[in-house]
């Protein structure tokens, strides 16, 4: 496997970078890993197609949002802790402005035209995923037995959609990547060079684990009300794999349970958040800013926003510098075939549910989708001009049906 780039890039070269990713990243976590790999893997080859893998998977296994925190990596890998903190900002900050935004009542959009702007990008987010199970699929599933373990992982994804299911399609690729991915293969050439020392990996889990344990205990005496909305959505950020909706039902238990906000704020702020690029915890900025009583307003959706990231970023950090390491293990690589390909099944699931099942409903989509797709693949043409071409279609086919 060839290693990443060293650490040589600037900072503000990783900024510029991901903050066109967080105009044009439609879709959710996993039509935005598939942004993430044309970006870097394809088009800037910052990393490999492997190595990029190893941070998918990695993400997959701990709690967090999954492509927030491949994102944040790519930046660290870059351009070390600032490109890190850089490339979490400008992927984040264009969702959660326009988000507060709506909170405040300028971000909403009615009529034919509206929403056929939203279902358009509904629908890029089909062309991209499928854009990335394709490339994925033809790189880390060469064989009959990692495009069997996908299938497996792929059936196990459509069974059921809940957390669990997810990390048992993971903990069954590495299993059978163990038992029968035990192939002749070089050794990882280099390494990936991750500028977080050993030490700073340990500090950012132990304060990961004294986070989750001194907050509820602070919220318990109520200190401050800041301290209970930070609690909350810490927990939410802690407790959620793999990002994306899963966090919905640890959201809605967070905020509407103990009546801050109000059901009917809660689903007008989830219709929003999937007509905006960035990552879909943003939506706890919109929350934030919602809240009942004070800390809300700006600074409720600051408090928020970082709560519900940061878990997800300390535990990354943590892992990543004994990450390398344990992927250079013979047995460790046999695994990584198996989770790999069990990444691809579970891409392929998402593919269909709920990125397909969603979005397509009739010939029209179906066109618009496969003419994004043929742009994407055959004639390369970047994200941007892919995310305004299906806008426009929606809006067409939007107008078209009235």
Known sequence: MIAAKQATGSPLEVFRAFFKLGLTCFG??????????????????????????????????????????????????????????????????????????FAYGAGALAGPIGSGLMHGLRLVAVAIVAQAVWGMARALCPDRTRAAIAVGATLMALASTNAVTQISAIVFGGLAGLIFCQMDAPPPEGHIPVPVSPRAGIIALVLFFCLMTVLPLLRSMHISPAIELFDAFYRAGALVFGGGHVVLPLLRDAVVTPGWVSDRIFLAGYGAVQAVPGPLFTFSAYLGTLVKGPPNGILGATISLIAIFLPGLLVMTGVLPFWDSFRRRASAQAAMRGVNAS?????????????????????????????????????RLPPLVIVSVSALGGIALGLFKM
Not at 45 to 54: G, I, P, Q, T, V
Request: hydrophobic share 55%; glycine share 12%; proline share 5%.
């Open 343 to 379: 990444v691809v099944g579970m891409l392929g699931a998402a593919l269909y549910d709920p990125v397909w099942t969603t979005s397509v409903k009739g010939g029209g989509d179906f066109g618009l989708v496969l003419s994004c797709f043929i742009l994407l693949v055959v004639w």
């Open 28 to 101: 959710g976590p996993i039509a935005h890993l598939g942004y993430f790999r044309n970006e870097f893997v394809v088009r800037r080859k910052w990393l490999d197609e492997e190595s990029y893998a190893d941070l998918v998977a990695l993400a997959q296994f701990l709690p967090g949002p999954a492509s927030s925190q491949v994102g944040f990596s790519l930046g660290l890998l870059r351009a070390g802790y600032l490109g890190g903190l850089l490339a979490f900002v400008a992927f984040t900050l264009p969702s959660a402005i326009a988000l507060v935004a």
